[in-house]
């Protein structure tokens, strides 16, 4: 799987609403005092510590050996480590997993939902959101216009029938599944979806010179401008697919 690298001050500072936008999701967690919950994906650690702040045990995992340490500095009471989504291992079953803007990230689904299954208590129950079928479509496909590259990006963004049978097949129970439209603002002015490009799709970029991500990064910019520049501000083109399932018993 290729690797995003990942540059914490530019997560925390112009793109702050990955994690905003997740406390939403918490409503749907509705975290319990006592409750053992991993988050899958913690980043830097906001949502984790939310979660803590109701009461609930949070460890949460990255891949990012960065995000882990950023996430170690900014709550030094919390539980974080770096481990793969697809393969992690405790030794303590969880009340819940929770996962906000993470698993878009990981095509290989299914050993991602049996790591999830695998840690979960029996009724444990599975809160996530991330990106959906057609999240940044506008986007990728300009990317894909203004370059050579031909492979996919190693993204995942599933429709709710693909994810939802996936989550049945290994012995969830499916009670949630919503996919939206979530047009994003991208802080900066005209920065805004270098910004992100910089950001978000940095493996797209991994063989490529200084010039030709520069060279892409402005045709990219030029085709989507009359689209999704408006006001002085650039819109990124956001679906995202909301799931809560439960682990049978």
Not at 30 to 38: A, D, F, T, V
Not at 241 to 246: D, K, N, T, W
Request: hydrophobic share 40%.
């Amino acid at each position: 799987m290729l690797q995003n690298t990942w540059n914490t001050t530019l997560y925390e500072g112009k793109h702050a609403f990955v994690w905003q936008y997740g406390e939403d999701l918490l409503n749907l967690l509705s975290p319990q005092p006592g409750e053992k919950i991993l988050d899958v994906g913690c980043g830097t650690g906001q949502l984790a510590a939310k979660i803590a702040d109701m009461g609930a045990i949070v460890t949460g995992i990255d891949a990012s050996a960065a995000m882990v340490e950023k996430a170690k500095l900014n709550y030094p009471n919390l539980e974080f480590t770096v481990a793969d989504a697809r393969s992690f291992q405790f030794d303590t079953e969880f009340d819940a997993v929770f996962s906000n803007a993470t698993l878009h990230w990981i095509p290989e689904a299914v050993d991602v939902i049996n790591s999830i299954h695998r840690l979960l208590k029996p009724r444990g129950r599975f809160v996530a959101e991330f990106g959906g079928k057609g999240n940044v479509k506008l986007i990728t496909d300009a990317l894909y216009q203004a370059s050579e590259i031909k492979s996919p990006l190693s993204w995942y963004f599933p429709s709710i029938g693909e994810y939802t049978t996936l989550l049945e097949k290994q012995g969830f129970d499916v009670s949630y599944a919503v996919l939206f439209d979530r047009p994003t603002l991208l802080p900066d002015g005209e920065a805004g979806l270098r910004n992100w490009l910089t950001m978000f799709a940095t493996r797209f970029f991994a063989n490529s010179t200084q010039q030709e991500r520069e060279e892409v990064i402005q045709a990219v910019e030029q085709q989507l401008k009359p689209i999704l520049f408006k006001n002085g501000t650039w819109t990124a083109d956001y679906r995202r697919l909301r799931i809560i399932a439960v682990r049978e018993s």
